[in-house]
């Protein structure tokens, strides 16, 4: 494998999106909406496909304004605090919630189908602790090819199985990205005016039941790249102490089970006795944190197996059920099968899910690259959107807010950006750091090094937090990054995985040094310290905030405003 | 081997398992040749492939680990912590 015969791309471009899921491809079309010049790269090979919902999605978040008095922004948005546990920037939020009817009618236009084609209306239903009937059911399985048809059809240039792996920075103005063709490895240098980061959450983090690495429940080609390439970038990161997981059929880690309790399903325990109720009012339908919160403290108090039980559901909704099950992963109706569940007549075993990073279990509030209400970063020239940012929020928050950084940054290049000139000396050092686990012959391969950091998250950050473990787990984190100069790369695939295992980590050390930080519970399980188990709103209601510095994180602490949502007013406006 | 490729069935010149694969694990570089699986352990068992294959030529096949998992449910909780505390957790007794 060579990595110097190749000749560099380079391309000119006034808004670079990095990811292209659905934040990335609603940026590119809000940006090129405005004339900019867009590139969106992707890890992916085929941009219909790229994303978490590459493969299917069930169900959106949406305010219609179809009528009942909670769908509306302005309801919705007086729930927020309670619904983040007050750890929430209100402004970036009314951004979201906002464009929320702007953008169902804009993916609407688009062609995807959210009304029921059996009723011609929307088929709502109340779930995750929400004081309405916010999500819709819908077959969301072209969802990811149409709005990405919208992408196609715009002046944006598209490359794809290409990873970003650095920002590129002048006098403290991201000013594009170094990239690499993960099958060929040609190097790429974007200059950008501006760039959109996209790419999500954070998985392969730690510990699952069937103890593959890669079955996860959301992506696991998702691997916290934006918030790693913004954390060496000088940008602030917030929220990283919360944690996300939820609860699986034992042995598959997979999406799509939140329909089972949206739908009626029960959870009950090796007694049979059905527990939801002791730990919350909405039982089943409680928030994701709290059912995980609740199938943990099931497990320990030994009333394990803890079983998912839809026997009692009417034949209608089963059919329901068994239809939208497949959609978020092709492959669990067929799990279902080989095991020989018949979801009619018997309950099948749950457990918890391995983590990710992505909302800590609530909506509206993301953990990750911290955006005010215009989706800017603290780095000039660097906005972010979706999953990797400070509001998250599934398809409509990474929609709308895609389409709001994808603007932002085409303004932003109009009236700002720099044209940056490099040497060619900057080039190929840029170009070096890139490519050094090609040059490395017998280091730790990607998989052996990712183990060592799943073992760590899991063991040492875990469920059960505390000073003592989370201490170990910074100071081991700390320690696997300087092995990361040792990382050996047999191809252009193993390249990337590299940089993704040093993504993974980088990440890992921001949850625990924010976890180690934040000295009391708050959110059930996505953030419990066992030394400090109660909810102490005096201290700590505010966002704790991160900045890489050359070993370690500077951590600071930021001041929740909780405003009246202002009537009616916001800069958010979605084009029909 | 986690995804099974029929060779009655897989049509030469289509690649649509080798661009659906969100993980970069199926190429078929030579599209007369049957798609060769390169990373077996990075697959996600999405059923991409399975499902978008126009001929029904890809299966899944789900690892033992995933269809009878022995895991057991304490062990993804993480260390307790008395089991961190080393001496300290004979101090309990006193």
């Known amino acids: 494998m060579t990595t110097d015969s190749k000749p560099g791309l380079i391309l000119d471009t006034d808004v670079l999106v990095i990811g292209g899921g659905v934040a990335g491809c609603l940026a590119a079309i809000g940006a090129s909406e405005l004339g900019a010049r867009v590139a969106v790269i992707d890890k992916g090979g085929l941009l219909e496909r790229c994303g978490s919902i590459a493969a299917g999605v069930d169900q959106i978040l949406a305010v219609a304004e179809d009528g009942p008095e909670w769908d509306t922004p302005d309801y919705l948005l007086q729930h927020i605090p309670k619904l983040t546990d007050y750890i929430v920037d209100m402004k970036s939020v009314e951004t979201f919630i906002r464009g929320l009817p702007g953008m169902l009618r804009k993916l609407e236009r688009l062609g995807v189908p959210f009304k ?5 209306k929307y088929f709502r239903h109340r779930t995750f602790g929400l004081p309405g009937e916010y999500h819709i059911d ?3 399985s072209k969802f990811k090819p149409k709005i990405s048809r919208a992408v196609i059809d715009s002046n944006a240039q598209i490359f794809l199985r290409t990873m970003a792996v650095n920002l590129l920075a002048h006098k403290d103005q991201t000013v594009g990205a170094s990239l690499f063709h993960i099958r060929t490895g040609e190097f790429h240098f974007f200059r950008a005016k501006a760039v959109v980061l996209a790419t999500g959450d954070t998985n392969r983090l730690s510990r699952n039941s069937s103890g593959l690495a890669f079955d996860s429940w959301h992506c696991p080609y998702n691997t916290g790249d934006a918030q790693a390439m913004a954390a060496r970038s000088g940008a602030l990161l917030a929220n990283m102490e919360f944690t996300e997981n939820t609860i699986t059929p034992k042995g598959i880690s997979s999406q799509g089970t939140n329909s089972l309790t949206g739908l009626g399903a029960h959870f009950i325990n090796a007694r049979g006795e059905r527990f939801m109720l002791k730990y919350d009012p909405a039982g089943e339908r409680a928030r994701r944190d709290i059912l995980t919160s609740a199938i943990v403290s099931e497990t320990l108090a030994g009333n ?3 079983y998912c039980d ?22 669990l109706p067929r799990w279902f099968k080989e095991k020989e569940i018949d979801l009619k007549k018997e309950p099948f075993e749950v457990t918890v899910s391995e983590f990710s990073s992505r909302r800590g279990g609530v909506y509206f509030r993301g953990s990750g690259i911290l955006i005010d209400d215009k989706t800017a970063t603290n780095v000039i020239g660097l906005f972010a959107a979706g999953d990797c940012s400070t509001v998250s929020g599934g398809i409509s928050g990474a929609a709308v807010m895609g389409y709001e950084a994808g603007k932002q940054a085409a303004r932003f290049s109009r009236h700002n950006g720099a044209e940056q000139r490099f040497q060619d000396q900057e080039i190929a050092a840029e170009k070096e750091r890139l490519f050094y686990p090609c040059r490395n012959t017998d280091g730790a391969s990607p998989r052996e ?3 060592k950091i799943r073992r760590v998250v899991s063991d040492y950050i875990g469920y059960q937090r505390t000073e003592e473990k989370l201490r170990k787990a910074v100071e081991e984190l700390g320690r696997l990054r300087s092995e990361e100069s ?10 990337m995985r590299a940089h993704e295992a040093r993504n993974i980590r980088e990440v890992a050390e921001m949850v625990a040094t924010a976890a180690l930080e934040r000295r009391e519970s708050r959110g059930s399980y996505s953030h419990f310290r066992v030394d400090f188990p109660n909810r102490d709103d005096a201290n700590w209601r505010k966002m704790i905030v991160l900045k890489k510095q050359d070993s370690g994180y500077e951590v600071g602490h930021r001041a929740i405003e909780l405003r009246n949502p202002s009537e009616g007013k916001s800069d958010a406006h979605i084009d029909q | 081997m986690p995804i099974l490729i029929s060779e009655d069935l897989c049509v030469k010149g289509c690649t649509l398992c080798d661009q659906f694969c969100p993980g970069d694990i199926i190429y078929r570089l030579d599209p007369q040749k049957i798609p060769e699986i390169r990373y077996e352990d990075e697959c996600w068992y999405c059923g991409s492939c399975e499902e978008y294959c126009p001929t029904d030529a890809v299966k899944i096949v789900f690892p033992q680990q995933m269809l009878h998992s022995q895991t057991s449910a304490e062990s993804l909780f993480g260390k307790f912590p008395e089991e961190t505390k080393g001496n300290n957790k004979a101090a309990k007794n006193f």
């Open chain 1, 116 to 120: 029921d084609p059996s009723t011609g």
């Open chain 1, 138 to 140: 819908f077959d969301g």
């Open chain 1, 304 to 306: 394990a197996p803890i």
């Open chain 1, 310 to 331: 839809c026997r009692h559901l009417p034949g209608d909704i089963l059919a329901r059920l068994e239809e939208t099950l497949g959609v978020d992963r092709p492959s």
């Open chain 1, 449 to 451: 090094y990712e183990e």
């Open chain 1, 486 to 495: 040792a990382l050996c790369a047999r191809d252009y695939h193993d390249l």
